[in-house]
C-alpha cells in the first residue's frame, strides 16, 4: 500500500511547492516563475533517466515523476486542456459533441474538434514515447527533458517579445502625447 501511497503525496508535495514558487516569484523580472518550475522538472527527468531500471528504483522513479506532474499540472493549468493527463480531454471533448448535437451550436462542434485534434497529438505523443522507450529504455525520458528545455527557452523568447510589445507601446504613447502637445 505505501508503494501507492508514496507517488500521491509526491503528486501533493509538487503542487504545495509550485504554489510557494509562484507566491515568491510571481513578480519576479529576470525569469518567471513557471521557468523555475520547468527547471525543476528539468533536473527530475534527467535524473530519472539516470536510475537502473531495477524494481525497487521505478518505485522511486515513479515518486519522482508524480512530482514533477503535479508541478506541471499546476503550473500551466490556465491553459484550456490537460497538459500530462487524456482522460479530462476526453470528458471535455464529449461533453462539446453532446451540446453541439443538441443546440447544433457550431462553437460546440469546433470545442469538440479542438479537443480532439488535443487527444490525436497526445495520442501522437504516447506512441511516441512507447517507441522511444522500447529502443531506448528508461533513456528515453530525457527525449521529454530536451522537449522542456526547448520549451525553457522558448518561454524566454515569449518575455523578450512581451517586453518589446511594451516598450514599442509606450515609446508610441509618448509621441502621441508630444503631438497632442503640438497641437
Known amino acids: 500500500a505505501l508503494r501507492y501511497l508514496l507517488p500521491l503525496a509526491a ?4 503542487v504545495y511547492l509550485t504554489e ?9 523580472v529576470k525569469i518567471h516563475w513557471r521557468q523555475i518550475v520547468l527547471i525543476i522538472e528539468i533536473l527530475i527527468l534527467g535524473i530519472t533517466g539516470f536510475l537502473p531500471n531495477e524494481p525497487t528504483l521505478n518505485v522511486i522513479a515513479n515518486i519522482m515523476l508524480s512530482f514533477a506532474c503535479a508541478m506541471q ?17 476526453m470528458r471535455s471533448a464529449t461533453e462539446y459533441l453532446c451540446l453541439y448535437h443538441i443546440s ?8 469538440s474538434m479542438h479537443c480532439g485534434f488535443i487527444i490525436l497529438v497526445f495520442a501522437i505523443g504516447a506512441a ?31 518575455q523578450d517579445i512581451e517586453a518589446f510589445e511594451k516598450f514599442e507601446e509606450e515609446e508610441k504613447e509618448k509621441i502621441r502625447q508630444t503631438h497632442a502637445r503640438k497641437k
Open 20 to 28: 510557494w514558487i509562484k507566491h515568491f516569484y510571481k513578480t519576479s
Open 128 to 158: 511516441f514515447g512507447a517507441s522511444c522507450s522500447a529502443w531506448f529504455g528508461v533513456k528515453a525520458i530525457w527525449i521529454a527533458m530536451a522537449m522542456q528545455v526547448v520549451g525553457f527557452f522558448m518561454m524566454f523568447a515569449h
Open 73 to 89: 499540472v499546476d503550473t500551466f493549468r490556465s491553459i484550456p486542456c490537460a497538459t500530462t493527463m487524456c482522460i479530462g480531454n
Open 11 to 14: 503528486f501533493f508535495l509538487g
Open 104 to 111: 447544433k451550436d457550431p462553437a460546440m462542434k469546433y470545442k
